[in-house]
């Protein structure tokens, strides 16, 4: 993450707005190109927290991001869910928890929830 910067624009009254950025680097662009009064930071930020979570080897946090966008994510025919899960499974086989790792593949990765390449594979064994 970056050191994070203030950042400066006019809300909607024409009144200067000061916000930090608290190191996102999507809101320090915004920063940077003028836009700071403009944006709503909250998927910024929320975009920022999953992607640092994903970077350590947590996908829960993103997971439960996909379930309240299920929807949205089906409408667009995202595979972001799947993938996941699967993510999340192979970190449980890398951590040596085999019987944790074959319940959540049970659970989680059946083939009519896999991206279609995946799903053929997991058909043919």
């Known amino acids: 993450a970056g050191l994070g910067v203030s950042e ?4 909607s009254n024409g ?10 680097p999507s809101l320090e662009w915004g920063c940077e190109s003028g836009l700071a009064g ?6 910024f930020r929320e975009c920022d927290r999953l992607v640092t979570a ?3 080897q947590n996908a829960a946090p993103a997971l439960e991001w996909c379930a309240q966008e299920a929807v949205r994510l ?12 699967l ?7 890398a951590s ?3 019987v944790t790792a074959v319940g959540y593949a049970r ?6 929830t896999l991206p279609p390449g995946l799903a053929a594979g997991a058909r043919r064994g």
């Open 38 to 43: 403009l944006l709503d930071t909250g998927p």
């Open 15 to 24: 009144s200067a707005v000061t916000r930090d950025t608290g190191g996102s």
């Open 8 to 11: 400066s624009g006019l809300d």
């Open 107 to 112: 659970e989680h990765l059946q083939p009519a």
């Open 54 to 56: 994903l970077m350590k």
């Open 96 to 98: 040596s928890d085999g």
């Open 87 to 93: 993510q999340h499974f192979l970190g449980l086989v």
């Open 74 to 85: 089906r409408t667009i025919k995202s595979s972001l869910a799947a993938q996941l899960h």
